[in-house]
Every structure is written in structure tokens, then in C-alpha cells.
């Protein structure tokens, strides 16, 4: 690389001024932009030629630390928690207009709140950058950073002359801007609804908004939309891989400069109309959807209250259970956000899930179709032949060329060889995946297992589909809050829940109706949730054979599971609604014990994601206790019905402990 480094920029330069020749023979004029474009390609390449120096040695960690962008997504989830709440509790609380009318209650107040959530955004970035990286450095050990940016595989074609070191402090600098950013736009929500359920849902659309900008396909592979919108720029990789420019009337300006500046602009702007509206107005935004359910809400309670004198004798109070639906729900306003993560779920699944324009698996498809089932002496017969066929015609094409040099076969049926040369050159090395199956199929019958050919790239990415953020966060926000938010009703003795433990069904029946109507309502979302992906990959491919068995998909060769992939359907459903229901329950409990919702989502998210960062970063011991894996359920599987039992069982034991914990507590 370090020999080859000199070539790999001469050919960017060459390229360059090929295309500078090219539009100046066209009379494009020298000052338009795509001319400015390669003039500067060719300065800071050049200036990169001359003075980077790679180190000879083997780089270890840095790769993978850089790449790992998956603890982005526990950064926003944290940072959207905490921005939440930062303007909204003193609302909520009926504090507002006494801090308002207060000594410094305003812009000091104001100040002070997004001084105060810049340092955590801080915070937050150093702790979870810091425990990465350590875990990277642990498991894999880091090469000397003073070495290169260019020695890393990813940023070969980098311009910038720094060090791998100094790339990680720039790294994190630009992280903290993109972080501060969506924090200040989350704030900037708060400060306009006040409501905690509308403000989670405007974070999470400003949030999927920026992951639907980074997804996009561009005319332009750099435009300003994909590249400086919240998800790239906090991966940071995508404005220094290589150079990458806007046109700013007319003029040539690099991203690595284009984007502090708009990230900072953007920052004191949203940081402005914080301050702003939190100083002008403490009301909340009022919106006609809202006055429309408001009065229709008014008026159906003043029709069932002149009713009631009608129906005294058969009227039934609502069950606390019915009632206990209403609140989480409903008056809680946590439907909108269980909505909006439905429909960012959904568009998630579209995007992943569309039908396949891959030459291989398409041929794959039909080899599987044409074997689709059991195997038999005729496929092992079709198989061979095929192969036969493959090998000699292939073989034969030197001589073909001499034959009709020769003229010894017309054109024709020259041209008809190369039509069956190109069909077995094309299909060469994929029908060894076909081989290999059939081969899989004979050792596994050796073994005394059955295994059938069947199409199963449907099957593979609905079983292997990956962990699902949004009901995870769902299940987080609803339950979070079930009991935390009896203790944060404040009344002039202090939390209602004091009045409702002491009310006639407060304890026993009131615990118990939480705890049911958080299992049914983890179950019926879990089974909700899983229909998207039915759906896109049902519709994009087969998902043929259900009662072929499990051991029939390659993934699962070492699991010997000895079930049809009918069974394996509704165990690895089961599965997943279990570990949705467990972590609903123990989200309940944590809420009660902790009486605070960020402090029970801080514990409960701490020791169901750690052990799933640990696994992926090379600790694989960890998988066993990767509540990860156990919400993605084929994962777990694969390791064995025992691995999964045995985490099942321990998830259990200690939910139902919590669980206990927190009923002794509320009772007493």
C-alpha cells in the first residue's frame, strides 16, 4: 500500500486534468464551478502526494473503530431522552410561571438549560467514543497513531495530511456539533409543545428525516442534502474519505469547511429560538387536530354524564384494566409516538426489503426451483449433467475460435457457441453454490439429518433480519413511564401515587392490572411490528417449502434444530414477542423502583445493549447474555435450544425478581 499510495493519487491528478482538458475543449469557461472542481482536486492531491508519509506497519483497531457507527444510534437515543425533558419538567410540574417571574427565571434560566445540555451532549459523546475505543483496544490493540490517516483501508484517497490521532480528536469534534445540533432541534420541539409524548415523536422525526436523507439516492453523489445531513456528518468518515465539494455561487467550498460553518450557524439559531420562546411565551402550541379531539372528548363526557341519571342502575365503572389501556395510550398521548415509529419502521422494511435485481440470485433462484425438495437420484442426475455440460463448454472454446478461423463451422453456428459459452461461463461459479448445497444435503444425511433444496434467500433475510431499533425504543418510551408517572403527578402532598395506594384498588389491583396491560400491549406491538417485514420480503421474494426442514437453510448447519421451517416460524416468533414482553415487565419494574422514567430507561438500557456492543466488538462470550440476540431470536437459536433456554430462564428469573421488588414496594 505504502509503494502503491504515490500511483493511487497520480491517477486522481491524471483523471483530474483529463477532465479539466475535457471541458476546456468543450468552452466551458476556467471560473465555472466544474473547472474550479478538478482545479482543486488537483492542488490538495498533489499537496497530499508530496507530503504524506505512511508508516510501514500492520494497522490493528483503527479500521474497525472508525466504521463502528452503530453507537451513533445509542448517542441520539440518549441525547433525545435528556432533550426532552430539559424544558419540558417545569411545565409539566406547574413551575413554569414561578421560575419565569423569578429573578434571572428567563434568559439566565434559558442559558443555563442549554449550557447545561451542550455539556452533557459532551459528555455523552467522550463516554460512549471513549468505552468503544477502549473496547476495540482491548480486543484488538491499536496501532501507533501517529501513523498516517491514509495507511487506514477506508481513507486512502483522504487529501488531508494529518495523523491518525489527530483524525480522532477531529472526529470527535465533529461528532459533538452534529450531537449538539440534534439536541438543540429536539430542545427547540420541547419549547413549542411542551408535552413529553409530542416532543419524543418531533425528535424521532427530526431523527428519520436525516436517516431518510443519508438512504437517498442522488443524481449528484455529492450533494449538500446527503452529505451534511445529521447521519453522515455524525459518522464523519463520509467528509474525509476523499474530496467532496458544494457549489457556493459559483465557487468550489469543501464539506470539511462548509460544514462547521453550517452546523455552527445552526446551532445558535436553534439555540436563539430557545431562548426566545422559552422567555416570550410559556404556552404550548395549540393545534386545531388537538382543539377538534379536545372538544369531542368534552362533548362525549357531557353527553355521558347527562345520560348517567338514565342508566344508574345498569351503569359499571370501567375495569382497571380498560382504564389502565386508556392511560398508557391514550391520555398519555404515547400512540403518536408508537405511530410515528410504526411508520419509520415501515419505511425502514420498504427500503430494505425490495424485490432482487441480483443476475446471482436469480440464477439462484432457478436452480432451486428446478430442485426445489427432497433430494433424489434425478437431481443428483441433473446436477451432474449440468456440471458436465458447464465443464465442456466452457473447454471447448479455443477450439471453437480455431474451427471457424479454420472454417471448418459457419458463423452461425459459431455464434450459437457463444451463446451457450456465455450461459456456462455466467453460471460457472455460481452452480458450485448449488454443488455445495447438495454436498451439505449428503453430509448432513450421514449424519442421520434430512435436508432439501429449497429457495431460501426470502427465508434468510426475514430469520436474519436485524435488530429492530424502533420497537426497542417503543417498548422503552411506553413503559418507562408506567409507574414513574403516578410518583411525577405532583398534587399539594406530594406524588399521586400516595393518594392512589391508599384509594380501594390502589395496591394489589392496581399492580397487577399495570403489569397485565404492559404483557398484552409488548405482545400485540411485537406481533405488529414483525408485519412490515413479512410483508416487503414476502412480496419481494418466495418463501417457499414450509414444511422442508429448518436444517434445509445452511445458517442454521450447527444449531441441529430438528424442526420444519413451519415450526421454526413459530418458535422464532415466540421468541421475539417473549423477549418484547420480558423487557416490557422489566421496564415496569425498574419504573416503580427508580419512580423516575429517565433513570429506569438509563439502568434498563445499560445492561440490555452493553452486552451487545461487547459481542460485536470481538468479546463473543458476551453473546450469551446479548439481550440483542434474544430480541432478534435467530441469533440465540443458532447457538442452540439450550443457549436459548438458559437465557430465557435467567431473563425471566430476574424479571420476575424486579417484578417483585417493585410489587413489595408499591404495596407497602
Not at 338514565?310 to 365503572?317: C, D, E, K, P, Q
Not at 449428503?442 to 420497537?471: C, I, M, N, Q
Request: aromatic letters at 14%.
Amino acid at each position: 500500500k505504502i509503494r502503491k499510495y504515490p500511483e493511487n493519487i497520480q491517477r486522481v491528478i491524471d483523471k483530474a486534468e483529463d477532465n479539466l482538458a475535457e471541458f476546456r475543449y468543450m468552452n466551458i469557461q476556467d471560473d465555472a464551478y466544474t473547472c474550479r472542481y478538478q482545479r482543486k482536486v488537483i492542488e490538495l492531491y498533489s499537496e497530499a502526494r508530496e507530503n504524506v508519509v505512511i508508516n510501514l506497519e500492520h494497522i490493528r483497531g483503527w479500521n474497525e473503530y472508525f466504521r463502528y457507527d452503530i453507537v451513533n444510534l445509542f448517542i441520539f437515543a440518549v441525547l433525545l431522552a435528556v432533550s426532552s425533558v430539559l424544558f419540558v419538567q417545569e411545565k409539566q410540574t406547574g413551575m413554569m410561571p414561578l421560575v419565569r417571574v423569578s429573578r434571572g427565571g428567563r434568559i439566565r434560566t434559558a442559558l443555563s438549560k442549554i449550557a447545561v445540555l451542550l455539556l452533557i451532549t459532551a459528555a455523552v459523546v467522550i463516554v460512549f467514543s471513549a468505552e468503544t475505543l477502549l473496547i476495540f483496544a482491548f480486543r484488538l490493540g491499536l496501532s501507533n497513531p501517529a501513523n498516517a490517516i491514509q495507511a487506514l483501508d477506508d481513507y486512502t484517497y483522504s487529501y488531508n495530511i494529518i495523523s491518525i490521532g489527530e483524525y480522532l480528536l477531529i472526529s470527535l469534534s465533529v461528532k459533538y456539533a452534529a450531537f449538539s445540533l440534534f439536541a438543540l432541534m429536539t430542545a427547540a420541539v420541547s419549547v413549542f409543545l411542551y408535552n413529553y409524548a409530542l416532543t419524543f415523536t418531533g425528535g424521532l422525526g427530526v431523527y428519520g428525516l436525516n436517516y431518510l436523507l443519508s438512504v437517498l439516492r442522488y443524481l449528484n453523489a455529492d450533494s449538500p442534502l446527503k452529505k451534511l445531513n445529521l447521519i453522515s456528518v455524525s459518522s464523519v468518515s463520509p467528509l474525509f474519505v476523499r474530496f467532496c465539494s458544494a457549489n457556493v455561487f459559483g465557487g468550489c467550498v469543501g464539506y470539511q469547511i462548509l460544514a462547521p460553518v453550517a452546523y455552527i450557524s445552526l446551532i445558535l439559531l436553534f439555540s436563539v429560538i430557545c431562548i426566545c420562546k422559552y422567555c416570550i411565551g410559556g404556552e404550548a402550541a395549540r393545534f386545531r387536530v388537538s382543539s377538534v379531539f379536545a372538544s369531542v372528548r368534552e362533548k362525549a363526557a357531557a353527553d355521558f354524564l347527562m345520560n348517567k341519571k338514565h342508566t344508574a342502575a345498569n351503569h359499571r365503572l370501567p375495569s382497571l384494566f380498560s382504564a389502565e389501556i386508556y392511560k398508557t395510550l391514550i391520555s398519555s398521548r404515547y400512540i403518536v409516538i408508537l405511530l410515528a415509529l410504526l411508520a419509520v419502521k415501515c419505511l425502514i422494511s420498504y427500503s430494505a426489503y425490495q424485490p432482487s435485481k441480483s443476475f446471482a440470485d436469480g440464477v439462484y433462484r432457478e436452480y432451486m426451483t428446478t430442485l426445489a425438495g427432497e433430494m433424489t437420484d434425478e437431481k443428483r442426475e441433473y446436477i451432474a449433467d449440468e456440471r458436465q455440460m458447464i465443464n465442456e463448454t466452457i473447454a471447448r472454446r479455443e477450439k471453437a475460435q480455431q474451427e471457424y478461423i479454420d472454417k471448418t463451422i459457419t458463423y452461425r453456428e459459431y455464434e450459437e457457441y457463444l451463446k451457450k459459452y456465455n450461459y456456462a461461463y455466467s453460471r460457472n461459479e455460481l452452480f458450485a453454490d448449488i454443488e455445495s448445497h447438495a454436498s451439505y444435503i449428503d453430509r448432513l444425511a450421514a449424519e442421520g439429518k434430512e435436508a432439501w433444496f429449497v429457495y431460501d434467500t426470502g427465508w434468510k433475510k426475514l430469520f436474519l433480519s436485524p435488530f429492530d431499533w424502533t420497537l426497542y425504543a417503543a417498548l422503552l418510551i411506553l413503559f418507562s413511564g408506567i409507574f414513574s408517572s403516578e410518583y411525577y403527578s405532583r398534587i399539594s402532598s406530594g406524588g399521586f401515587a400516595q393518594i392512589l395506594r391508599v384509594s380501594k384498588k390502589g395496591r394489589k389491583h392496581t399492580f397487577a392490572a399495570k403489569m397485565l396491560t404492559s404483557s398484552l400491549i409488548s405482545a400485540v406491538m411485537s406481533a405488529v411490528w414483525n408485519i412490515p417485514d413479512i410483508y416487503f420480503i414476502s412480496r419481494a421474494f418466495k418463501l417457499p417449502l414450509y414444511e422442508a426442514p429448518i436444517m434445509s437453510l445452511e445458517i442454521f448447519g450447527e444449531s441441529r434444530l430438528e424442526l420444519t421451517i413451519c415450526g421454526y416460524v413459530a418458535l422464532f416468533y415466540f421468541v421475539r414477542i417473549s423477549a418484547a414482553m420480558l423487557f416490557a415487565l422489566t421496564m415496569c419494574g425498574m419504573s416503580c423502583l427508580f419512580e423516575k422514567a429517565l433513570s429506569a430507561t438509563a439502568v434498563v438500557s445499560s445492561f440490555t445493549l452493553f452486552p451487545a456492543l461487547l459481542n460485536r466488538s470481538g468479546a463473543e462470550i458476551f453473546g450469551y447474555a446479548d439481550y440483542v440476540s434474544f430480541m432478534r431470536a435467530t441469533p440465540m437459536l443458532r447457538k442452540g435450544l439450550a443457549a436459548m433456554l438458559i437465557f430465557m430462564i435467567c431473563f425471566t428469573v430476574m424479571t420476575i425478581a424486579v417484578s417483585m421488588l417493585s410489587k413489595r414496594k408499591w404495596e407497602i
